[in-house]
Nanobody, 116 residues
Framework: VQLQASGGGLVQAGGSLRLSCTTS????????MAWYRQTPGKERESVAR???????DYAGSVKGRFTISRDSAKSTVYLQMDSLKSEDTAVYYC???????????WGQGTQVTVSS
């Protein structure tokens, strides 16, 4: 499984960005998809993910501001980020893990920088 993340950049606080994660095929039926982020010196944290019931879980810090979605026809997962804050500055990673084997795959990361 290959994951290609894009869409990061520099944005002012209060602005929006949409991240995209293009996958190497039609994997949504086999894999749970998620977005994680990491800042220097901190552990990688889950931002938004599709869960076992096909619902969505969000980190408390982004709930109401971020939206994860997927387009099966385009084999792409999105993360719409609105009302961005300086604390959202991080490298964002696309993630997939197999529903049965739990094998994990990571994209290469895309930098999001929010200026205050």
């Amino acid at each position: 499984v290959q994951l290609q993340a894009s869409g990061g950049g520099l944005v002012q606080a209060g602005g929006s960005l949409r991240l995209s994660c293009t996958t190497s095929g039609s994997i949504f039926g086999l894999y749970y998809m998620a977005w994680y982020r990491q800042t220097p010196g901190k552990e990688r944290e889950s931002v938004a993910r599709f869960n076992t019931d096909d619902g969505i879980d969000y980190a408390g810090s982004v709930k109401g501001r971020f939206t994860i979605s997927r387009d099966s026809a385009k084999s792409t997962v999105y993360l719409q980020m609105d009302s961005l804050k300086s604390e959202d500055t991080a490298v964002y990673y696309c993630y997939a893990d197999h529903k049965i084997t739990r094998r994990q795959f990571w994209g290469q990361g895309t930098q999001v920088t929010v200026s205050s």
